[in-house]
């Protein structure tokens, strides 16, 4: 008897086709379980596609994610809202975010510039989440501000769900839009773009390296951009290389290792410099459309809702509230970052109903009842017209545009930054790639409270031409500030003092819930005369009034105007 006949003979070849079986359909599974793959080339100097597969499929970014957060970021810190030295506290849920990780804990505080560096670099979730709660207020508000000004950029086919990239339900780019989002980084923030190319930096914490060094190493002319890796995506990568005066920005999505994600992206950009033409001028991508975004978007929420559309008319009106001044009292100092938002529930609770209450609010401070400039008698608002959630959003699913002098949303978080000293140079070796020499002046701050009185009149005599007209002089009641103070303290959103007690009534709901969602929407969709309007959502008669405050007469009037026109019921509320 041979050993193949035998039964050991037998059992070792039961045995080989049982592991040939099993590794067979490992691999395969393994191949079925491959992300989708998706590349899309554009030169650079102009925005032109060069080629394309598969550019404008939804499919998972990972932690291409964060060069959105960043460039919200760099807009607050060009904004002046925020600045590379202004120091962060860490939220839990940022502390809470899995690998990769920088080892932020809940409370600390650090530096903008080293979550920037480490978010940039060594593609830190925690680090991009401190940034997006810090400048959001949580995760929620920050993921909405990256899909509108995604949309605003011209990503139409990208939504956001958190600021790290970490995979969630809706959370999905294409490679178009990840590679229209890098030549925004490149033409809108040249200052901070360097970051990218950075093959190792100092995050505060530790020195971090870059996880693209080796495409940056191994790739003659390229200096950044981002890549990124979950399980779903593959292995991603948004680059641009510069040659000759030719610069080209391109994404991978979906490669299977680093080392197949490079190689693909080193053929692409081969064969974008040799079909790319010579000489071209640079035509710069158009600054973000915000307007079209606004409406974009709430259009879309409203199918997203399955809600009708339509709306109810309704007259105009203007109901007068007794409001009379009993004192003028110095005004009392804004708390810090911190302790707003550990006494925001104790702060609600005690607010009035009224205006003062409202003013309170927006300013951050929450005086005696004693202490207020205003007895605000907390009456009823008459004949507030009952809506329902259906009826109001489909009644603001038709947005008009918004006239060309109007101003953008202005950023609605009031934050006090406390000032620390400047960080030590870095060694010169590194000085041409630091962030803007790592010292970025505030572009804009508070004016004293008794310029800024002076500056703000209400006009309550002005002619009533045009709704431009109208808006411009409504405007024209918030002057931009003029100089930083010596307290370093930085206010994201203008006093709403100064003659501005006039609000507006959109009716009546049944929830809370319901209210502020309405306000939401119709803020974003009538932003010119809203923008800068504070939401507040007041218990009366069994219901919940929504009420935008904080207006002049005249942008209470234009805003009624306009919304009426909209089909959306209306009250002005007046002193």
Same mark, same amino acid.
């Given at each position: 008897?041979?050993?193949?006949?035998?039964?050991?003979?037998?059992?070792?070849?039961?045995?080989?086709?049982?592991?040939?079986?099993?590794?067979?359909?490992?691999?395969?599974?393994?191949?079925?379980?491959?992300?989708?793959?998706?590349?899309?080339?554009?030169?650079?100097?102009?925005?032109?596609?060069?080629?394309?597969?598969?550019?404008?499929?939804?499919?998972?970014?990972?932690?291409?994610?964060?060069?959105?957060?960043?460039?919200?970021?760099?807009?607050?810190?060009?904004?002046?809202n925020?600045?590379?030295?202004?120091?962060?506290?860490?939220?839990?849920?940022?502390?809470?975010?899995?690998?990769?990780?920088?080892?932020?804990?809940?409370?600390?505080?650090?530096?903008?510039?080293?979550?920037?560096?480490?978010?940039?670099?060594?593609?830190?979730?925690?680090?991009?989440?401190?940034?997006?709660?810090?400048?959001?207020?949580?995760?929620?508000?920050?993921?909405?501000?990256?899909?509108?000004?995604?949309?605003?950029?011209?990503m139409?086919?990208?939504?956001?769900?958190?600021?790290?990239?970490?995979?969630?339900?809706?959370?999905?780019?294409?490679?178009?839009?990840?590679?229209?989002?890098?030549?925004?980084l490149?033409?809108?923030?040249?200052?901070?773009?360097?970051?990218?190319?950075?093959?190792?930096?100092?995050?505060g914490?530790?020195?971090?390296?870059?996880?693209?060094?080796?495409?940056?190493d191994?790739?003659?002319?390229?200096?950044?951009?981002?890549?990124?890796?979950?399980?779903?995506?593959?292995?991603?990568?948004?680059?641009?290389?510069?040659?000759?005066?030719?610069?080209?920005i391109?994404?991978?999505?979906g490669?299977?290792?680093?080392?197949?994600?490079?190689?693909?992206?080193a053929k692409?950009?081969?064969?974008?410099? !040799?079909?790319?033409?010579?000489?071209?001028?640079?035509?710069?991508?158009?600054?973000?459309?915000?307007?079209?975004a606004?409406?974009?978007?709430?259009?879309?929420?409203?199918?997203?809702?399955?809600?009708?559309?339509?709306?109810?008319?309704?007259?105009?009106?203007?109901?007068?509230?007794?409001?009379?001044?009993?004192?003028?009292?110095r005004?009392?100092p804004?708390?810090?970052f911190?302790?707003?938002?550990?006494?925001?529930?104790?702060?609600?609770?005690?607010?009035?109903?009224?205006?003062?209450?409202?003013?309170?609010?927006?300013?951050?401070?929450?005086?005696?009842?004693?202490?207020?400039?205003?007895?605000?008698?907390?009456?009823?608002?008459?004949?507030?017209?009952?809506?329902?959630?259906?009826? %109001?959003?489909?009644?603001?699913?038709?947005?008009?545009?918004?006239?060309q002098?109007?101003?953008?949303?202005?950023?609605t978080?009031? !934050?006090?930054?406390?000032?620390?000293?400047?960080?030590?140079a870095?060694?010169?070796?590194?000085?041409?790639?630091?962030?803007?020499?790592?010292?970025?002046?505030?572009?804009?701050?508070?004016?004293?409270?008794?310029?800024?009185?002076?500056?703000?009149?209400?006009?309550?005599? %002005?002619?009533?031409?045009?709704?431009?007209?109208?808006l411009?002089?409504?405007?024209?009641?918030?002057?931009?500030?003029?100089?930083?103070?010596?307290?370093?303290?930085?206010?994201?959103?203008?006093?709403?003092?100064?003659? !501005?007690?006039?609000?507006?009534?959109?009716?009546?709901?049944?929830?809370?819930?319901?209210?502020?969602?309405?306000?939401?929407?119709?803020?974003?969709?009538?932003?010119?005369?809203?923008?800068?309007?504070?939401?507040?959502?007041?218990?009366?008669?069994?219901?919940?009034?929504?009420?935008?405050?904080?207006?002049?007469e005249?942008?209470?009037?234009?805003?009624?105007?306009?919304?009426?026109?909209?089909?959306?019921?209306?009250?002005?509320?007046?002193?």
């Amino acid at each position: 008897m041979t050993m193949a006949d035998s039964p050991l003979g037998h059992f070792l070849r039961t045995l080989a086709f049982f592991v040939s079986v099993s590794l067979g359909a490992v691999l395969i599974g393994g191949h079925a379980c491959a992300a989708p793959e998706a590349y899309y080339m554009m030169d650079a100097r102009t925005g032109e596609t060069l080629f394309e597969d598969n550019a404008e499929t939804p499919l998972h970014p990972a932690s291409l994610t964060k060069m959105l957060t960043l460039y919200i970021a760099f807009q607050e810190i060009e904004q002046g809202n925020i600045s590379l030295d202004s120091m962060i506290t860490v939220s839990k849920n940022a502390a809470a975010q899995p690998p990769s990780r920088l080892g932020l804990k809940a409370g600390q505080k650090i530096q903008l510039r080293y979550l920037i560096r480490a978010a940039a670099i060594k593609s830190a979730n925690d680090a991009a989440q401190a940034i997006g709660d810090a400048i959001g207020g949580n995760q929620a508000n920050f993921s909405e501000r990256m899909t509108r000004t995604a949309r605003a950029l011209g990503m139409r086919n990208s939504t956001f769900k958190n600021a790290s990239g970490l995979t969630a339900k809706g959370h999905l780019s294409t490679a178009k839009d990840m590679s229209i989002l890098g030549r925004h980084l490149f033409y809108d923030f040249p200052k901070y773009y360097n970051i990218f190319s950075r093959r190792q930096t100092d995050a505060g914490l530790t020195d971090v390296a870059n996880t693209n060094r080796k495409f940056l190493d191994a790739y003659k002319g390229a200096d950044g951009i981002k890549t990124g890796y979950t399980q779903p995506a593959g292995f991603n990568l948004t680059a641009s290389a510069e040659r000759g005066g030719v610069r080209l920005i391109a994404t991978v999505f979906g490669g299977a290792s680093t080392v197949d994600r490079n190689a693909k992206m080193a053929k692409m950009l081969d064969r974008g410099f !040799a079909k790319a033409k010579p000489n071209v001028g640079e035509q710069p991508p158009p600054p973000p459309q915000f307007d079209n975004a606004d409406n974009e978007l709430l259009a879309n929420a409203m199918i997203e809702d399955g809600l009708p559309q339509g709306g109810l008319g309704s007259a105009a009106k203007t109901v007068r509230q007794v409001v009379t001044l009993t004192s003028s009292p110095r005004p009392i100092p804004r708390p810090n970052f911190s302790e707003l938002a550990n006494d925001a529930q104790e702060q609600v609770a005690e607010m009035a109903d009224g205006i003062a209450g409202a003013l309170a609010e927006a300013t951050g401070i929450a005086a005696p009842s004693a202490d207020l400039p205003f007895a605000v008698a907390a009456t009823e608002v008459p004949n507030a017209p009952i809506v329902t959630v259906q009826e %109001a959003e489909a009644a603001t699913l038709r947005p008009l545009l918004r006239p060309q002098t109007a101003p953008d949303l202005a950023p609605t978080a009031i !934050a006090s930054i406390e000032p620390i000293p400047a960080a030590p140079a870095e060694p010169a070796a590194q000085s041409s790639g630091t962030l803007a020499s790592d010292t970025v002046q505030l572009a804009a701050a508070v004016p004293a409270p008794a310029a800024q009185n002076a500056a703000i009149q209400p006009l309550r005599q %002005a002619p009533i031409y045009d709704d431009q007209t109208m808006l411009a002089k409504a405007n024209a009641t918030q002057p931009l500030p003029a100089e930083l103070p010596a307290t370093g303290e930085v206010v994201t959103r203008l006093s709403t003092s100064g003659g !501005a007690h006039w609000g507006v009534n959109i009716g009546r709901f049944s929830s809370s819930d319901s209210a502020e969602r309405i306000l939401l929407k119709t803020q974003l969709v009538e932003s010119a005369t809203l923008g800068l309007s504070l939401r507040k959502v007041t218990q009366k008669g069994g219901g919940y009034d929504a009420n935008f405050l904080g207006l002049t007469e005249v942008a209470a009037a234009l805003a009624c105007r306009r919304l009426t026109a909209r089909a959306i019921p209306c009250i002005t509320l007046g002193p």
